[in-house]
């Protein structure tokens, strides 16, 4: 039987350590397809690009490709490279799609500016089980040794147990060694904000410019079946994510009260 | 007693004429404070900038800046002009924030990709309400009567009714007379998927490049509470969207399979 084809991607970039954490990861389970942004992509979200014209570049260098990783860079979006990946480079529809390992969080609000989970969702949306994993730590040089001793098992029993159409799994893991990680909690998106401002700067010409700063806000603290409360109290936080974004709470009480 | 205050955005940037329809629907309601990308971001989804300076840009023509419209416009993402508006340029929450009126459809899950509906999601995140519009009709000269004859109405509605916290109103209007618009239709999301391949061409200098295409697929065209088929069938469709993308459904699933 041949090994499963897992296509991996990310939005730190093709040189990102997360990545080849990530395919580690991947190795022992099957053959490894990467396509990544040839720059990091971070918090570019669902974006794809149409006005610019797409490009793939093969890395062959020895330490990039194997007879079992095989690598592309992509001048794309996070999202451009597992379309591509899945509709282009591979003739059939891989058995697992991984993203990441993100440097930096991904959980609550967090989901929607992600570029890492847009990813794993656009390949559920293309039917592949898909799982984005994340670690709490911003760092270029974090530490993914913990998650790399998490994500096997993880993975393969998100496979045995399926993912519902259209589900993907976001995996986020807190920056802690190994053996204060606690487990793994199956939760819920929890709600918070993002309360952010603008640092206002002039340039060397005189020209004014902004650069984005903030911190997170999380709107429900005590809330225990929250990805942000697993993650506060060291547990690796599991959430499926669907991209229906109806809000049928809304939806029945307009109805009622829309005339 | 002070006229309220609408700020607007959009994705198909400053010059879109959508834009303008847009304007001419919020000034008979309140103050109107645009801020919009300099140039066309359509599929730009929630990108945040954080890797180039943001700039924002006054217009001062006389037909772009009057005493109740004031303009600028911003070479960042549609999500950085709801920020930029309202936590740099604005003292206090916006009244109503409006986007669009996009050129091209936003239903089913094209808000998932869509800057449009991101740009109205980033402003419920933050507090205020706001009301994502697009017009079913690509074409840069659309015409956007219709969506102007309906759309003073329908914002004052959801104003009088109220949206839940953090939920916006994704409105799509099919590309109808106004005579052949049948009515107003409170919606889901449509289970839909973009299917879709790559063009491959070669540059003048041999270089492989890809465009992006493809094509909708309803997947459940029978179903008549969704926002495809309230298109399909003459309604202007009104789905409210939440930032919560947790599927509890597949939660539930998971925690009893989960060992």
Known sequence: ???PLILIANDDGIRAKGLRALIEIAKPIGRVLVVAP???????????????PLRLRRLREPDDDDDEVTMYACN????DCVK????????????LVLSG??????????VIYSGTMAAAQEASLNGAPAIGFSLLDYSPDADFAPVQAIGGDLIRK??????GSEVCLNVNVPALPLSEIKGVKLCRQANGTWVEGYEQRVDPYGGKYFWLSGRYINNEPDATDTDEWALSNGYVSVVPVQPDMTSYRELERLRREWL
């Open 76 to 79: 794309g979006t996070p999202v």
């Open 38 to 52: 040839e720059e990091g992509h971070s918090g570019e979200s669902h974006a794809i690009t149409t006005q610019t």
């Open 158 to 163: 998100a496979l045995k147990l399926g993912l």
């Open 84 to 95: 591509l990946g899945m509709t282009h480079l591979l003739s059939s529809r891989p058995d």
């Open 101 to 110: 390992i993100n440097h930096g969080s991904n959980a609550s609000v967090s």
């Open 1 to 3: 039987m041949q090994k």
